[in-house]
T-cell receptor, first 115, second 114 residues
Framework: SQTIHQWPATLVQPVGSPLSLECTVE??????LYWYRQAAGRGLQLLFY??????ISSEVPQNLSASRPQDRQFILSSKKLLLSDSGFYLC??????????????FGPGTRLTVT | AQSVAQPEDQVNVAEGNPLTVKCTYS??????LFWYVQYPNRGLQFLLK??????LVKGSYGFEAEFNKSQTSFHLKKPSALVSDSALYFC????????????FGAGTRLFVKA
């Protein structure tokens, strides 16, 4: 079965510090991968999505970036965090074919607090 | 513009009563529709989807949803609510742009009172 991991679970970082959040998927190959941010326990904002290694689309221009160095690894980064980067970051995957090829499966999330 | 709307921020229901969480959508072409549930400090969990076929879709934990093309709605329902159903529910629609993006509604918080 497929599993998605995110770490760390929680993170407190000062303004201006760098960020690296990691997401990995097990049990599937060539997944579509997504990074979302959820503010105040409500709606999801799509940040990045990827259909393959080094193929990443950005939805929101900001000081975040994403990379996919391996097929099942997706990394969210920032060189200098802003207070507004605080939130709950969710990674998700979806299959590119077969019965699971429409819905998304989410990781447990990372709670980021920028102080 | 393609969008999904959840008109209720919160729904309150007594345990044992039926529940409905509303969702309407606006997409070009045939819609791919989804419901997800989120428990506190957790990621979203997939509940059910409508791609094609029967308008009544059954999903996890006894939930079902009815696709209504004329009303562009995809309401989530359950015949008998449980306290453990209390959570945040998201309706979502996959956009037909040739990519893999899904638009999520703002979410509806369901409270089931014992």
């Amino acid at each position: 079965s497929q599993t998605i991991h995110q770490w760390p679970a929680t993170l407190v970082q000062p303004v201006g510090s760098p960020l690296s959040l990691e997401c990995t998927v097990e049990g599937t190959s060539n997944p579509n991968l997504y990074w979302y941010r959820q503010a105040a326990g409500r709606g999801l904002q799509l940040l990045f999505y990827s259909i393959g290694i080094d193929q990443i689309s950005s939805e929101v221009p900001q000081n975040l970036s994403a990379s996919r160095p391996q097929d099942r690894q997706f990394i969210l980064s920032s060189k200098k965090l802003l207070l507004s980067d605080s939130g709950f970051y969710l990674c998700a995957w979806s299959a590119t074919s077969g019965a699971l090829s429409y819905e998304q499966y989410f990781g447990p999330g990372t709670r980021l607090t920028v102080t | 513009a393609q969008s999904v709307a959840q008109p209720e921020d919160q729904v309150n229901v007594a345990e044992g009563n039926p529940l409905t969480v509303k969702c309407t959508y606006s997409v070009s072409g045939n819609p791919y529709l989804f419901w997800y549930v989120q428990y506190p400090n957790r990621g979203l969990q997939f509940l059910l989807k409508y791609i094609t076929g029967d308008n009544l879709v059954k999903g996890s934990y006894g939930f079902e949803a009815e696709f209504n093309k004329s009303q562009t709605s995809f309401h989530l329902k359950k015949p008998s609510a449980l306290v453990s159903d209390s959570a945040l529910y998201f309706c979502a629609v996959r956009v037909n742009t040739g990519g893999f993006k899904t638009i999520f509604g703002a979410g509806t918080r369901l409270f089931v009172k014992a």
